[in-house]
């Protein structure tokens, strides 16, 4: 009974590592929209039996990364309008309101966690480090979070988020991006400085709008594609 217990924790602890990779590999786009995922290939990869893929596969299948088809087998899912859509207005709703309330409890100990946030993405920024630069994205956010005594919040916006994280990969356009992220952020940070809680929401809500226009790109195409 023990020796069955402590596989099915093994199983299921190899399972959550390969659904955190494969969730990973396909919001950064190193798994493109709609290529093939193979469950012998993955698992031969990492090195896992096929079981922990399948359950991984399935948990992603539920968070709409990846599409499985009965005796066609699995893809990775498009990058989908109307999901990014609903994703943004949800993050902005609640990234909106937290940020306004961090407004109102930030120390100068916090200020500072979010100035060496910042110095640390110019110098992801100076070296072209897109994945370090997205990873400090989320510190920042997440900061903002803790300070308005919110995390757990943020913990809920994570799956939320995917969908805008892979439209983020897939346009960055360096190093443009880069230098409007960063500016971003000082303009977010002075304002919880200041305190100002309605220019913290005005830079907020004009920071997560950005991902609107390559969405809207994104849009058009599908358009004209349908009509051609």
Same mark, same amino acid.
């Given at each position: 009974?023990?020796?069955?217990?402590?596989?099915?924790?093994?199983?299921?602890?190899?399972?959550?590592?390969?659904?955190?990779?494969?969730?990973?590999?396909?919001?950064?786009?190193?798994?493109?929209?709609?290529?093939?995922?193979?469950?012998?290939?993955?698992?031969?990869?990492?090195?896992?039996?096929?079981?922990?893929?399948?359950?991984?596969?399935?948990?992603?299948?539920?968070?709409?990364?990846?599409d499985i088809f009965p005796q066609s087998g699995?893809?990775?899912?498009?990058?989908?309008?109307?999901?990014?859509?609903?994703?943004?207005? !949800? *993050?902005? +709703?609640?990234?909106?309101?937290?940020?306004?309330? #961090? @407004?109102?409890?930030?120390? %100068?100990?916090?200020? &500072?966690?979010?100035?060496?946030?910042?110095?640390?993405?110019?110098?992801?920024?100076?070296?072209?480090?897109?994945?370090?630069?997205?990873?400090?994205?989320?510190?920042?956010?997440?900061?903002?979070?803790?300070?308005?005594?919110?995390?757990?919040?943020?913990?809920?916006?994570?799956?939320?988020?995917?969908?805008?994280?892979?439209?983020?990969?897939?346009?960055?356009?360096?190093?443009?991006?880069?230098?409007?992220?960063?500016?971003?952020?000082?303009? !977010? *940070?002075? +304002?919880?400085?200041?305190?100002?809680?309605?220019? #913290? @929401?005005?830079?907020?809500? %004009?920071?997560?709008? &950005?991902?609107?226009?390559?969405?809207?790109?994104?849009?058009?195409?599908?358009?004209?594609?349908?009509?051609?």
């Open positions: 009974m023990a020796q069955a217990a402590l596989t099915l924790m093994k199983t299921r602890s190899t399972a959550q590592s390969v659904y955190e990779l494969l969730r990973g590999e396909i919001v950064m786009n190193l798994l493109r929209p709609e290529e093939t995922i193979r469950e012998s290939a993955i698992a031969e990869r990492l090195g896992v039996s096929r079981t922990p893929v399948r359950e991984a596969l399935l948990r992603l299948a539920d968070l709409g990364l990846v699995t893809r990775v899912a498009p990058i989908r309008i109307g999901k990014v859509r609903a994703a943004q207005l !949800i *993050r902005e +709703a609640v990234e909106v309101e937290v940020v306004s309330r #961090a @407004a109102g409890f930030a120390t %100068t100990a916090d200020i &500072a966690s979010l100035d060496l946030i910042i110095d640390d993405q110019i110098r992801a920024s100076e070296r072209g480090d897109m994945r370090r630069l997205f990873e400090l994205d989320e510190d920042f956010h997440r900061a903002i979070f803790a300070i308005a005594g919110c995390l757990g919040a943020a913990d809920e916006l994570d799956d939320v988020k995917l969908h805008l994280d892979r439209l983020r990969y897939l346009s960055v356009d360096w190093p443009r991006s880069a230098s409007h992220i960063i500016a971003d952020h000082r303009m !977010i *940070r002075d +304002a919880i400085a200041a305190p100002d809680a309605g220019a #913290a @929401a005005a830079a907020m809500r %004009t920071h997560l709008r &950005a991902i609107l226009v390559p969405l809207d790109m994104m849009s058009r195409r599908a358009e004209a594609a349908v009509a051609g």
